[in-house]
């Protein structure tokens, strides 16, 4: 039925910083950036891939403007419940690389069953977590 997914989506509160994080310092590549009109679609995606995340600022069409001002508290709390999971040969070197970016990381690489990890958070709130896995 299915053969692929194509896109994810995460809430973000500027778009523009939103770039900055994605592209300036984890190092990924535009995919999309249209002005609808109505709304920004602004997609980002590893070099080479295909799928791609979409970078939504909350708000009209998706959700009135009061449920959007409910969204931008929970983001920034974290509390939103999606992960963006990136996978690397290297969680150690990437590590090093992404904090002399100035990236703020909420756990150090760490060693797991299934390979070593680390966790940070974007400029909004939103967790992500790099892995390398066992093998």
Request: proline content about 6%; aromatic content about 8%.
């Amino acid at each position: 039925m299915f053969n692929t997914i194509t896109h994810s989506q995460i809430y973000v509160l500027d778009q523009d910083e939103a770039l900055d994080f994605y592209v300036g310092k984890l190092g990924l590549e535009v995919a999309a950036d249209v002005d609808l009109g109505f709304m920004r679609w602004l997609t980002v995606r590893v070099p080479g891939e295909e799928r791609e995340i979409l970078l939504e600022k909350p708000g009209p069409p998706a959700c009135s403007e009061e449920t959007a001002a409910q969204i931008r508290d929970l983001v920034t709390k974290g509390a939103m419940g999606g992960w963006v999971i990136l996978r690397t040969d290297d969680c150690r070197k990437t590590y090093e690389t992404l904090l002399a970016k100035g990236v703020e990381f909420t756990e150090e690489p760490t060693e797991r069953p299934y390979g070593i990890d680390c966790g940070l958070r974007d400029p909004f709130g939103n967790r992500l977590r790099i892995g390398q896995p066992k093998g």
